[in-house]
């Protein structure tokens, strides 16, 4: 009787250990599954708003392209009268 009971018990314990070992490796696969979807799900890096200050150096750097533009404008302009003086 003894011995029947041994042999039960270690067959019991075996079961246990296997579906202990099935169980382990269940979670295991549906964590990374679960990671997997993460990593996808993940959003894009959108570039950040410029901070004030580089709104600022971005609208005086504008309207320096603009004087730049005008000045130019304006030289020619200049030129062009001088030319035009010089003549008679």
Known sequence: LVMVWLVGWRRGRQLYERFYEEELVKLKQ???????????????????????????????????REDKKAHKGNVFKNIRKYFRRKKP
């Open 30 to 64: 549906e964590l990374t599954r679960q990671e997997k979807t993460i990593e996808k799900a993940k959003p894009r890096k959108v570039a950040p708003e410029p901070k004030a200050d580089a709104k600022e150096e971005i609208r005086k750097d504008k309207m320096i």
